[in-house]
């Protein structure tokens, strides 16, 4: 089945260590999404790519970066994490071939991320 | 910019009893409407979505939402839920603009008992 892959999906990591997580899909689409979700909040997108076109929201911190290498790879770094960090940490990708506001968003089981 | 609100963050609903979740945005702009499922250790699926035309909209596994413009509602309905039901659900909108994001409620824990 066509899909989207997020590994690990549980990440234990140390206060201000570099930490990577990763997300591919089968799906061939060309939009590739992040999103942060803490505890009973809302998904808070972070960043997307159309294609290799990298696209960031206004308040994510630069402490968050991403890389899409290819079109079924997109990778999540966080270059010095804090507690506050520590977050569920969804990927999702959409077509992107027809109006973008209206495209279905397929999601990853997402990567659970705790800062000691 | 626009905004979400689930007025219920949990609903406890016994099996084969209807179920409403309620959901409100605002939005200087016109809109698109969705909602996603969240099942235990999976990630958000798509329910249904509203688009255009009739204001009533069927989603997959017996839901349907209806959009209401005065209101700027877009409530999610069941008639008769199962176990399999409980879940986490939520409400998202998107601007009627070539533009990517969704912005998400902060969802609605349903509980389904036997």
């Known amino acids: 089945d066509a899909m989207v892959i997020q590994n690990p999906r549980y990440q234990v990591t140390q206060f201000g260590k570099p930490v990577t997580l990763s997300c591919s899909q089968t799906l061939n689409h060309n939009v590739m999404y992040w999103y942060q979700q803490k505890s009973s909040q809302a998904p808070k997108l972070l960043f997307h790519y159309y294609d290799k076109d990298f696209n960031n929201e206004a308040d994510t911190p630069d402490n968050f970066q991403s890389r899409r290498p290819n079109t079924s790879f997109c990778f999540l770094d966080i270059r010095s994490p804090g507690l506050g960090d520590a977050a569920m940490y969804l990927c999702?990708?959409?077509?992107?071939?027809?109006?973008?506001?209206?495209?279905?968003?397929?999601f990853g089981p997402g990567t659970r991320l705790t800062v000691l | 910019a626009q905004s979400v609100t689930q007025l219920d963050s949990q609903v406890p609903v016994f099996e084969e009893a209807p179920v409403e979740l309620r959901c409100n945005y605002s939005s200087s702009v016109s809109v698109y409407l969705f909602w996603y499922v969240q099942y235990p250790n999976q990630g958000l699926q798509l329910l249904l979505k509203y688009l255009s035309g009739s204001t009533l909209v069927k989603g997959i596994n017996g839901f349907e939402a209806e959009f209401n413009k005065s209101q700027t509602s877009f409530h999610l309905r069941k008639p008769s839920v199962h176990i399999s039901d409980t879940a986490e659900y939520f409400c998202a909108v998107s601007l009627r603009s070539n533009d990517y994001k969704l912005s998400f409620g902060a969802g609605t824990t349903v509980t389904v008992r036997a």
């Open positions: 999702a990708t959409s077509r992107g071939t027809g109006q973008g506001s209206t495209d279905t968003q397929y």
